[in-house]
Structure formats: structure tokens, C-alpha cells
């Protein structure tokens, strides 16, 4: 007996795969962008360094190397202020920003691996990202005034923000 309608049913399933992908890309996109926003959300801004130094890359690790700090205005005593309100924190994340809105072009309707890094100095990083400023190692108590920013860290914060927002189910 011979088998009828197997290119029909090829060409539905080859279609039904290309809508689950573009789908799945959208998904993507959506994560990658709630995860960057949250880093630097809970990423303490002294100088504007570490959030000038999130790069956001497709299908490699990022080549951005280090970069300097924008912005020449006083940043103020960062570590009495909130979290979000330090004056170097809107130009330095802009810079983060537009790499990230690069790097979500390039995926367009495919899953591609997406790195997010930091590549500002290593010990510094390891201060952010495990919660420990700005008052030093954990347990380390704050100076006079300071306010505790990211007691969660970094990574692990974004993590979750992004698992419960309804990406990366």
C-alpha cells in the first residue's frame, strides 16, 4: 500500500517547527533583555564602571574588552544613595544597552546562545556579584551611612528574575 501525503505532511511539520522557533527566539530575546536590565538593576554604580562593562554577545563570548566609565559629573557619595538614583548610572548603562539591542538583532528568528559577561576587574566583579558591596566581604560591616544595595548579588538575582517571569520555562 504506498504512503500518501508524506510531502504535505513534511511541509506542515517543517512549518510548525519554523513557528516553535521563531516563537522560542522571541522568548529569548525577551530573557536576555529582563536578565541584563535586572544585572544592572542591582549592580552598585560608583564611578559607572562595572555597568559600562556588561557586554551582551551571539554565538561567542564577548570581544568587547574593558571600558572606561562615561560621564565627567561628581558621582556624588554612591554608597549613602539608593540603588538607581547614582548620576553615572543612566549614561554607562546606555552603553550596556545598545550592545544589548545589537546582539537581539543578530538572533532574529533563530535560538542562538547569547553570553552575557562583565569585564571589568575580576575581584571587583566577585564583590558585586556576591552581594558583598559595598561593604566589603560578607559579613563585613558598612561604613557610617552606607546603604546595603545587593545583599542577593548579581547573577543569581537576574537568574531567578528571568526563570519567574514567564522565560526560559
Known amino acids: 500500500m504506498p504512503l500518501v501525503g508524506i510531502e504535505q505532511t513534511r511541509k506542515q511539520l517543517e512549518d510548525e517547527v519554523k ?7 522571541v522568548e529569548l530575546k525577551r530573557g536576555v533583555n529582563v536578565c541584563l536590565e535586572t544585572m544592572m538593576s542591582v549592580t552598585p554604580v560608583w564611578t559607572g564602571e562595572t555597568v559600562a562593562n556588561y557586554h551582551v554577545s551571539v554565538g561567542r563570548a564577548a570581544s568587547g574588552g574593558f571600558r572606561g566609565a562615561v560621564g565627567s559629573e561628581d558621582p556624588g557619595h554612591t554608597n549613602k544613595m539608593p540603588l538607581g538614583v547614582e548620576p553615572r548610572r543612566p549614561a ?30 575580576d575581584a571587583k566583579w566577585d564583590m558585586i556579584d556576591n552581594g558583598a558591596a ?8 558598612l561604613g557610617p551611612n552606607q546603604v546595603e544595595r545587593s545583599p542577593g548579588g548579581v547573577s543569581r538575582v537576574a537568574i531567578q528574575t528571568v526563570k519567574s517571569s514567564g522565560n526560559w520555562r
Open 19 to 25: 513557528a516553535l522557533e521563531t516563537q522560542a527566539s
Open 92 to 121: 554607562n548603562e546606555a552603553l550596556a544597552r545598545a550592545e544589548m539591542v545589537a546582539a537581539i538583532a543578530e538572533i532574529g528568528d533563530k535560538l542562538k546562545d547569547v553570553m552575557i559577561s562583565n569585564s571589568v576587574d
Open 134 to 141: 559595598p561593604g566589603g566581604p560578607p559579613g563585613y560591616p
